[in-house]
């Protein structure tokens, strides 16, 4: 089995280690990552899958371009000029690009929408979704974006909806993709390593294992400084980062409140709820609902006028 070209981490949510797992998956010596960022290609492929159907649909079924082709194969090669420009966009350890470079490329992106699409945007590559508990990404979205805590949640049940249609569809591994959860990759990311490394047909012991020790952390909530939410700069774990408790001080009324906006999509991404709703409290998270709806009802209403003029300036 050769290694693909690409390995592409896409989060539940912004929040969910992707940047984490990046780094560890990258630093095995047959892969190469993006100097810094998100491409965001995956999230915003629907308007690619578009633009192929739309001129797909304009060929006539005379001409060859027609007759050889579909519009996923437009798609598909669309997906090989952004891998080749992620490939521009790659540093390799000696500090040079990588565009002549036969080795796998690590991005990333926080976010999983459209990964319904990736086999068929990147032919050949390797999909890895990374989802966490809904807790621990609620906390640290309420740290970095100062969101309320119901527009937190909501954020990470969107995001999770979404996994769960791709599950559904596609399963939890293929050969193609792996659904990993943060925190087992956290608890043993040498073990996790080692199972993303055999998927792709590379060989964990060339891996530098010191690199597990040293990591530093990057981009967490938790070293957030002079007010600031989050830090991109490298620091050391004090003994103080556990980013597998970040909940632990929340009161009862906020598991309760959790469990009633996302509990179903907490479970069915196979984590399990400490805190059932109690029949004392439905009436206080009734009238909870009623106070976000507004902003709950301007966010849909939005949504919906960006898809009927995007609708129609495209037709």
Known sequence: MSAPPLIYIAGVSPRSGTNYLSRLVSKHPSCVAIADGEDHFLSKSDLLRLF????????????????????????????????????????????????????????????????????????????????????????????????????????????????????????WTSDWHRVLKYETVFKDPEEELRQIYDDVGMNFSSYPSSYLEEIAVVGSSTYGEDGEGVTWEEKQDDGSFNPLNRFQDWEKEKHERFEWLAGEEFRNLGYTTSQPITSASVARHYLLDVKQFPKNAKRAVHAKLRSLVFSHVTE
């Open 52 to 171: 192929a159907e739309r001129v797909y649909g304009h060929w006539s079924v005379d001409w060859s371009l027609k007759k050889k082709n579909t519009s996923k194969d437009v798609l598909g090669a669309i997906g090989e000029g952004l891998l080749k420009f992620l490939r521009s966009q790659a540093i390799t350890e000696n500090g040079q690009t990588a565009e002549e470079n036969t080795s796998t490329v690590v991005t990333k992106t926080p976010h999983p929408k459209n990964v319904g699409l990736f086999d068929r945007l990147f032919h050949d590559s390797f999909l890895i979704l990374l989802i966490r508990d809904g807790r621990a990404v609620t906390e640290s979205r309420m740290r970095t974006f100062e969101e309320s805590f119901d527009e937190a949640v909501q954020a990470w049940r969107r995001g999770a909806r979404e996994v769960i249609r791709f599950v559904e569809e596609h399963g």
